[in-house]
């Protein structure tokens, strides 16, 4: 197996749509991690009133959804006392933050994403779960999170759990 070595210099971008925008790797990570950690008042601090969470279950237009910071926090509260979640960590995060400053082309705002990856280790029940986790986050003007959009296989949390707590919400 042949190890890369990390890149020394940025790569440039070629794309006249889209700047580098690393600042926000920092924030992304942090606000991945007050979830992890279970704290959700300093995790509040970080988003938009209006954010939009959007769960890995479905396209575009049948995931499903979570709106207002309020509903947001309420749904992760009540998520780590009924999932028998027991601790979550975030490691090995990859970041790729950009700027996009004109329209492209599936119609999504203008402004700053970070596109995330990082390895997640769940204990729920006192299962082990491994999982790597995709996490786009956009950022409004104020640098608070308005939009989450995720993309991880939840069937091996579903399976830990016994249940699908997505699908409460529909009902």
């Known amino acids: 197996m042949v190890k890369s070595e990390a890149a020394t210099t940025?790569?440039?971008?070629?794309?006249?749509?889209?700047?580098?925008?690393?600042?926000?790797?920092e924030l992304s990570e942090k606000s991945l991690h007050h979830p992890a950690h279970f704290e959700f008042d300093a995790w509040a601090d970080m988003l938009a009133d209006n954010v939009l969470y959007a769960f890995p279950a479905g396209d575009v237009d049948?995931?499903?959804?979570?709106?207002?910071?309020?509903?947001?926090?309420?749904?992760?509260?009540?998520w780590k006392e009924k999932s028998g979640i027991?601790?979550?960590?975030?490691s090995e995060f990859n970041h790729t933050p950009i700027n996009v400053t004109a329209q492209i082309?599936?119609?999504?705002?203008?402004?700053?994403?970070?596109?995330?990856?990082?390895?997640?280790?769940?204990v729920m029940m006192g299962k082990t779960i491994?999982?790597?986790?995709?996490?786009?986050?956009?950022?409004?003007?104020?640098?608070?999170?308005?939009?989450?959009t995720t993309y991880y296989d939840r069937s091996i949390i579903i399976k830990a759990m016994g249940r699908n707590m997505l699908e409460e919400i529909k009902e």
């Open 10 to 25: 940025p790569t440039a971008v070629t794309n006249p749509k889209l700047t580098v925008a690393v600042e926000y790797s």
């Open 86 to 90: 027991q601790s979550m960590t975030m």
């Open 105 to 122: 082309n599936d119609g999504a705002p203008m402004g700053i994403y970070d596109l995330a990856y990082v390895s997640t280790k769940m």
């Open 130 to 148: 491994n999982l790597r986790m995709n996490f786009s986050l956009y950022f409004n003007a104020d640098k608070k999170i308005d939009r989450y």
């Open 62 to 78: 049948s995931r499903t959804t979570l709106k207002g910071r309020a509903a947001l926090l309420a749904w992760w509260k009540e």
